[in-house]
């Protein structure tokens, strides 16, 4: 039997979205930059520390299994979520920015040398940019940077021509922040694979958006961020295959990510656990899992079709909008706008929206590269989850038009 | 024009008492963005010999910039933002504190901010204008009594 999908019972479990700001009721259009927390994941942080909090992998006592087993099966979740084919490719970080600067510090400073070059695209979002700039300061390494095109895409012949006998790594963002591009990733992957270049995919945008399945991809290298897919903050994730994490080095030393330790050497634990120094976000790892369970429990592709029905329904609305200019028109894009309004700085839209209790950002999403791309100091950026309406668009564009009659002479 | 006739004529406190009576004249928020956009647009222009990257306020999400020369005992600011909101907020903050003693501008908190139903723009955020450009009109005060005390 095939379920619709029913907005108003999902909004129902947002406990936040019924609270007002500035007197108006919240429309939460900010998405791409951290999204609501569902009751099923506020609950789940609640009962680990109403009920079994303990440290993990170390107690002797029936707390410590509790949490243990819910903190490794949130790990066989997330494993399910992917698609991967081992529980223990899931590793455990505070963020996908911290994801890619694991590889770049583990993977990178052993692989990656003097007069390598690491590809990167325009679109990059900071945290797949600096952890690699970071790297080539280090190595003398260079990074090649594969062009975008005027709606936003990647320019998949330059990409060709970038790849060479000196490329030793490709980063790349699965879905753009800042322009809300979709990039074919398994097209990307496949062409560095054919140099034998290893592939990281930034997937902290479309995580939350669409299914993703890092066997069909065959990408080296995922990372997210659990904030992002209706989780805790402070947690996220890096998925690598077996071999590539066996052969990395550590990265941070501490408790937990240890065999046996003398002064004289030190054995590492096995994978994951050889990254995961310290007492690790426990109750954001269960909040996490929890957050899986009711991303599955609603069907990622469910979830995916919803919003790019909304998606384009907003898009017609906002380019209806006098003196918008909508910033990435890519034909593979999912719930972010991006776009100037004549003569408006995004700064004053974003103010006056605020009023309107429309959360939205406004700025250059860290992504100062894409900004540079498009000429434009920075913009206004709606983006979409699957608790969004056609009615908070409405608001949205009605938002805009107040902002014109406030700004426009 | 009418910012500087005012800062002459009033104490630094009745020009804070003014905007107040200003603003509670205008009704709902939009009336309230609405003169406050109109006081950006009338904002003297930025002298552009100023607008130097020393002279750019650090932590705004709008570019904003200030600049504070003596006249006598006075410090007269100039400054300019390229977010109407932020240059109107400025263009309040300059009726106050431009053409000030160093004394003057650092016994006087903003009060007005609060009282004309602004405070979000003197929040905690980073990406936040105004409270910037208080910060730096504070800092020049204290530079230029540290020199008028040595001279």
Known sequence: ?409 | MTAEVLSEALTIDKAQEEIVEEFDYLGDWTERYKHIADLGRKLPPFPEDQRLEENKVKGCQSQVWLSGHLNGKQIVFDADSDALIVRGLIALALRVYSGRTPEEILSTPPEFINKIGMSEHLSANRANGLQAVIKQIKRYAVAFQARTETE
């Open chain 1, 1 to 409: 039997m095939i379920t619709p999908y029913d907005v108003a019972k999902v909004r129902a479990d947002f406990p936040i979205l019924h609270r007002l700001v500035n007197g108006k009721p919240l429309t939460y259009l900010d998405n791409a930059n951290t999204t609501q927390k569902p009751q099923s994941v506020i609950d789940a942080v609640t009962d680990f520390y109403t009920t079994y909090n303990a440290n993990i992998h170390r107690a002797s006592h029936l707390l410590g299994e509790l949490a243990t087993r819910a903190y490794e099966e949130a790990r066989v979740k997330v494993q399910t979520f992917l698609h991967a084919a081992d529980a223990h490719e899931i590793i455990y970080v505070r963020n996908a920015t911290e994801g890619v600067n694991l590889v770049a510090q583990t993977y990178g400073r052993r692989n990656i040398h003097a007069g390598d070059e690491i590809i990167l695209s325009t679109m990059e979002h900071h945290a797949n940019i600096i952890p690699w700039q970071l790297l080539c300061a280090e190595t003398g390494a260079k990074l090649r940077i594969i062009p975008i095109n005027d709606a936003g895409e990647l320019m998949m012949d330059e990409y060709a021509k970038l790849l060479s006998e000196r490329t030793k790594f490709v980063g790349i963002v699965h879905m753009s922040n800042a322009l809300g591009t979709i990039n074919p990733i398994k097209q990307v992957i496949e062409m560095a694979h054919a140099y034998g270049v290893p592939v990281l995919v930034d997937a902290a945008q479309s995580a939350y958006h669409m299914p993703i399945d890092v066997q069909e991809l065959d990408c080296d290298f995922l990372v997210f961020s659990g904030h992002k897919l209706y989780g805790p903050t402070g947690i996220g994730v890096l998925y690598g295959k077996r071999a590539l994490l066996e052969e990395m080095p550590p990265w941070q030393g501490g408790g937990d990510m240890i065999a046996t330790v003398t002064f004289e050497e030190t054995t590492f634990n096995e994978i994951p656990y050889k990254f995961e120094a310290g007492t690790p976000h426990i109750d954001g790892a269960i909040g996490l899992g929890a957050a899986i369970d009711y991303l599955a429990g609603l069907g990622m592709d469910k979830i995916s079709t919803y919003e790019n029905e909304l998606m384009a329904y907003g898009t017609d609305l906002l380019t209806a909008v006098p003196g918008l200019r909508m910033i990435g028109t890519a034909r593979a894009k999912a719930s972010v706008y991006s776009f100037v309004l004549d003569g408006i700085h995004p700064y004053d839209i974003g103010t006056v929206l605020d009023q309107e209790g429309i959360a939205i950002r406004t700025g250059q999403h860290c992504a100062h590269p894409v900004m540079q791309r498009f000429g434009v100091p920075a913009t206004v950026r709606a983006s979409l989850g699957l608790y969004n309406t056609r009615e908070e668009l409405d608001t949205l564009v009605r938002g805009l038009h107040t902002a014109r009659e406030i700004f426009g002479e």
